[in-house]
């Protein structure tokens, strides 16, 4: 389940490489208590997964929630239900409170390259574990991240949202 649990994470670091949606009109992110993804983590499903290519059975944050300046380690498990190949993008939205900082489409490859993954990434049961250095300039206050993945094709691979306080 590596590519769910670093689409969060990415959100943030592809900002550099994406496009800006056309008509792609950002939105208030809902999250639902009912579809919290498993595991020590601020992590949501955007709705009922059962229909996602990418099932995760767990993520763990450390620290939970991350913190700015310090190292956050992502582990997880999950199973892809089917080959994701070139071609398949991510809608990245990132807000401030209500104000907008990203709301962008980036190339689902590219992404996850910075997770040291390649597509095309097999079916089958996968496991992650990664540490993102967050830098310590990340203003105090809260960040919503919605992260929705898709092929080629259109098929749902993962939605996830989450909202995470920074501290000073």
Avoid at 2 to 17: E, G, H, N, R, Y
Wanted: glycine letters at 6%; charged letters at 25%.
């Amino acid at each position: 389940m590596k590519l769910a649990t670093v689409l969060i994470p990415a959100a943030f670091a592809a900002s550099v490489v994406a496009e800006p949606v056309p008509g792609w009109i950002p939105s208030q992110v809902t999250i639902s208590e009912d579809h919290k993804v498993p595991g020590d983590n601020p992590l949501y499903f955007c709705a009922d997964p059962k229909d996602y290519i990418v099932e995760i059975d767990k993520v763990d944050l450390s620290p939970n929630p991350p913190e700015a300046g310090k190292k956050l380690k992502i582990t997880a498990k999950g199973t892809v239900s089917e080959t994701i190949e070139e071609g398949s993008k991510i809608h990245l939205q990132v807000k401030y409170g209500l104000i907008t900082l990203i709301n962008q489409e980036a190339d689902l490859c590219e992404t996850i390259g910075k997770a040291d993954l390649e597509c095309p990434l097999d079916k089958g049961d996968m496991e992650l574990t990664k540490e993102v250095d967050l830098p310590k300039e990340i203003p105090p206050g809260t960040y919503t991240v919605l992260a929705d993945a898709y092929t080629k094709d259109g098929d749902k691979i993962t939605c996830l949202n989450a909202k995470v306080a920074f501290h000073r």
